[in-house]
């Protein structure tokens, strides 16, 4: 079992649509989590931290549930502009290990 | 702010040749990352320094890839002989602090090995 796994997608959905994804990861003493997203043929970037609580920024929020070990991702009103490849992220504060999942990509359509 | 430097942007080699990668990090940032990222994959950490010490070399195949970070600053990424196995994108990513930190890419070197 991979330590990070992700919805594989693609999901294609049109502009206006709301669109979930799932992360799971393995090694509950993992303590902090991020989403990043990367275009086509260019480098990942921060999209969102993930905190306890949850955390909104905009039009995406990100949910962290402990207990079942899992990290989400919800987009509303897509844009076209969200057409990308979405990695989740998993890192051991103490143990200095990062670990990237293998990514989903969204297709977002007129 | 300057954002993580790295060349070259593209290198095509042949199988059993050799290569280097240079990364030049965000100013301040003491952790360097080296990730390698297969096409349709997520990107794999090779080897994490913090400053000049390596914390996590664990997935780095030694037999053929080294790495160094001399002075805490900039690094090198080496390949040698290289594989067709090899042909990824070599990201390089720095952050303030250690794992748990917002990482920062840069834009990575595309390698083709014929």
């Known amino acids: 079992r991979k330590e990070v796994e992700q919805d594989p997608g693609p999901f294609n959905v049109p502009e206006g649509a709301t669109v979930a994804f799932n992360c799971t990861y393995s090694?509950?003493?993992?303590?902090?989590f991020f989403w990043y997203r990367q275009d086509c043929r260019k480098e990942p970037k921060l999209l969102m931290s993930v905190y306890s609580s949850g955390n909104e920024d905009g039009r995406f929020t990100a949910q962290l549930n402990r207990a079942s070990q899992y990290i989400s991702l919800l987009i509303r009103d897509s844009k076209l502009s969200d057409s990308a490849t979405y990695l989740c992220v998993v890192a051991h504060t103490g143990g200095f290990k990062t670990i990237f999942g293998a990514g989903t990509r969204l297709f977002v359509k007129a | 702010e300057a954002g993580v430097a790295q060349s070259p942007r593209y290198k095509i080699i042949e199988k059993r040749q050799s290569v280097a990668f240079w990364c030049n990090p965000i100013?301040?940032?003491?952790?360097l990352y080296w990730y390698q990222q297969i096409l349709g994959q997520g990107p794999k950490l090779l080897i994490q320094f913090q400053n000049n010490g390596v914390v996590d070399d664990s997935q780095l195949p030694k037999d053929r890839f080294s790495a160094e970070r001399l002075k805490g600053v900039d690094s090198t990424l080496k390949i040698q002989p290289a594989k067709l196995e090899d042909s990824a994108v070599y990201l390089c990513a720095s952050s303030f602090r250690t794992s748990g930190s917002v990482q920062y890419f840069g834009p990575g070197t595309r390698l083709t090995v014929t």
């Open positions: 100013s301040g940032h003491a952790t």
């Open positions: 090694n509950s003493a993992s303590q902090s």
